[in-house]
């Protein structure tokens, strides 16, 4: 029995246990903006993301953080610890129209299909500049700056952030 005990503690401070739905805070998949937003979950390294059901409805699940990151309702992904923000799940959900880190992304356009399809570079090889919608009707695109995980810098060419060993500047 005492073998189980130590078992669980690791398993535990591993992040083992299963995340469920019911720990998704808010999380509604009723309208066309609901299914396009991730929200908070009772883990910050986990969201609630919308995704079609066997019955044809859209329905929340879980989704993990990529290792040594926490969700961000405001910038819709999983970002750095130090750009993490607790209280934007626990104070209404703060928001996504404006973020904060987006101003060196003013100048992106997010007009045609391609434009918004493509990731652009940022002043700071950490960050790309991504076209997320601002609202549904009439649909509305904005830029706003994106972080690459830890020890990762955007490439252009290849339209992802890449390890820092392997990384070669392409913007």
Excluded at 55 to 61: A, E
Aim: net charge negative; charged share 15%; hydrophobic share 35%.
């Amino acid at each position: 029995m005492k073998l189980l005990g130590i078992s669980l503690v690791v398993l535990a401070s591993c992040g083992v246990f299963a995340q469920t739905v019911d720990d998704c805070t808010r999380a509604s998949c009723r309208t066309y903006e609901d299914v396009n937003t991730l929200w908070c979950h009772a883990d910050p390294g986990h969201f609630c993301q919308c995704r079609p059901s066997p019955s044809g409805t859209w329905v929340p699940q879980v989704m993990p953080c990529a290792p040594g990151t926490l969700y961000s309702f405001r910038r819709q992904t999983c970002v750095h610890p130090y750009m993490h923000d607790a209280l934007e799940c626990s104070d209404g959900g703060g928001g996504i129209d404006d973020p904060a880190d987006s101003v060196l992304c003013e100048e992106v356009p997010c007009v045609t299909y391609w434009e918004i399809n493509t990731l652009v570079c940022h002043a700071d090889p950490k960050q790309f500049c991504q076209c997320k919608p601002l609202r549904i009707e009439p649909t509305v695109w904005v830029p706003v700056a994106m972080p690459c995980a830890a020890d990762t810098s955007f490439s252009f060419f290849h339209q992802t952030c890449s390890r820092d060993e392997l990384w070669l500047s392409s913007c």
